[in-house]
């Protein structure tokens, strides 16, 4: 099992930018993509972004793209998630992944390992 944990979370203005951070721990990590998701109240978990171990190609939700930036470092086992013009429908609350499966899988696929999750509010 992989442990995850989330933090970075925060209440800024529209415009501004959050750095959201996901430490993960377990024996398995390597073979892992990880990404993250984010749940508006009131509506369906959605896919954020993701990343492979290699870094090569992440991808993103089209609502994210050319905004934010997910990137890994695997010396530390952590994932990041660069939030950059943030804008009000971007509040929720943000979810930190793991699940050993490919790329273009990842946010369709079942039995995920979740964090606990991160606040985020953007105000206008």
């Known amino acids: 099992q992989v442990q995850l944990v989330e933090s970075g979370g925060g209440l800024v203005q529209a415009g501004d930018s959050l750095r959201l951070s996901c430490a993960a721990s377990g024996r398995t990590f390597r073979g892992y993509t990880m990404g993250w998701f984010r749940q508006a109240l009131g509506k369906e978990r959605e896919f954020v972004a993701a990343v492979r171990w290699s870094l090569l190609s992440p991808s993103y939700a089209d609502s994210v793209k050319g905004r934010f930036t997910i990137s890994r470092d695997n010396a530390k086992n952590t994932v990041y998630l660069q939030m950059n013009s943030l804008r009000p429908e971007d509040s929720a609350v943000y979810y930190c992944?793991?699940?050993?499966?490919?790329?273009?899988?990842?946010?369709?696929?079942?039995?995920?390992?979740w964090g606990q999750g991160t606040q985020v509010t953007v105000s206008s």
């Open positions: 992944a793991a699940k050993e499966v490919p790329l273009d899988t990842f946010a369709t696929t079942t039995g995920h390992s």
